[in-house]
């Protein structure tokens, strides 16, 4: 029995030594490229894209696939970045931000603050939230200014938020890039 307690410790350390090396091998394996595991796009880099089908978006083009000439409402268009299928909160407060946005055409920070104080809307949910992400899709543009105060040279930096078309810019580069591609590959085959 002893020799077969000694064969089994024998057998384990091994095991263990080889457990050891697997762990060490990504470490030595540098110049591999590193491998994400797929997760899905995080939804603060997305857009909301419904099938071109689908009864949520009223019709932008033909049975010839010819643009129509009508336009989507701010309601519409802000559906692409706030779903309000998915956040309907979300979708409410830059509604609401956005309308008040397009009346003044520019909003300093003490109007931003009324307007969340007003509409009773989280401070968290709109600063972390929805304010972000309307600018990282470019529908407005925030701009700060340091101010240094004369007294006690305190710098303050108030903030002025302004429309942006940097993101009907960036929709409209993808499309007509796609339809280049489109007709450039149709052109071919004729």
Same mark, same amino acid.
């Given at each position: 029995? $002893?020799? %077969?307690?000694?064969? +089994? $410790?024998?057998?384990?350390?091994?095991?263990?030594? =080889?457990?050891?090396?697997?762990?060490?091998?990504?470490?030595?394996?540098? %110049?591999?490229?590193?491998?994400?595991?797929?997760?899905?796009? &995080?939804? +603060?880099?997305?857009?909301? =894209? &419904?099938?071109?089908?689908?009864?949520?978006?009223?019709?932008?083009?033909?049975?010839?696939?010819?643009?129509?000439?009508?336009?989507?409402?701010?309601?519409?268009?802000?559906?692409?970045?706030?779903?309000?299928?998915?956040?309907?909160?979300?979708?409410?407060? $830059?509604?609401?931000?956005?309308? =008040?946005?397009?009346?003044?055409? $520019?909003?300093?920070? %003490?109007?931003?603050?009324?307007?969340?104080?007003?509409?009773?809307?989280?401070?968290?949910?709109?600063?972390?939230?929805?304010? &972000?992400?309307?600018?990282?899709?470019?529908?407005? +543009?925030?701009?700060?200014?340091?101010?240094?105060? =004369?007294?006690?040279?305190?710098?303050?930096? &108030?903030?002025?938020?302004?429309?942006?078309?940097?993101?009907?810019?960036?929709?409209?580069?993808?499309?007509?890039?796609?339809?280049?591609?489109?007709? %450039?590959?149709?052109? +071919?085959?004729?």
């Amino acid at each position: 029995m $002893a020799e %077969d307690e000694k064969a +089994k $410790a024998e057998e384990e350390v091994p095991d263990e030594q =080889l457990e050891q090396e697997e762990q060490e091998e990504p470490e030595e394996k540098e %110049d591999e490229p590193h491998k994400i595991a797929s997760r899905g796009i &995080p939804s +603060k880099d997305s857009l909301f =894209l &419904p099938p071109f089908n689908s009864p949520e978006l009223r019709a932008f083009q033909d049975g010839n696939e010819n643009i129509t000439r009508n336009s989507w409402n701010l309601e519409e268009v802000v559906n692409f970045v706030f779903p309000a299928r998915f956040q309907a909160k979300y979708h409410e407060i $830059a509604i609401g931000f956005m309308r =008040l946005l397009l009346e003044k055409s $520019a909003l300093t920070g %003490d109007e931003i603050g009324n307007f969340v104080s007003q509409n009773g809307v989280s401070k968290a949910t709109f600063y972390n939230r929805v304010l &972000p992400r309307l600018r990282r899709v470019g529908m407005i +543009k925030v701009e700060r200014q340091t101010i240094i105060a =004369l007294e006690n040279k305190r710098k303050f930096r &108030p903030m002025t938020i302004t429309l942006s078309k940097t993101f009907g810019n960036y929709l409209m580069k993808i499309g007509d890039s796609w339809l280049a591609i489109v007709d %450039d590959s149709r052109s +071919k085959k004729k």
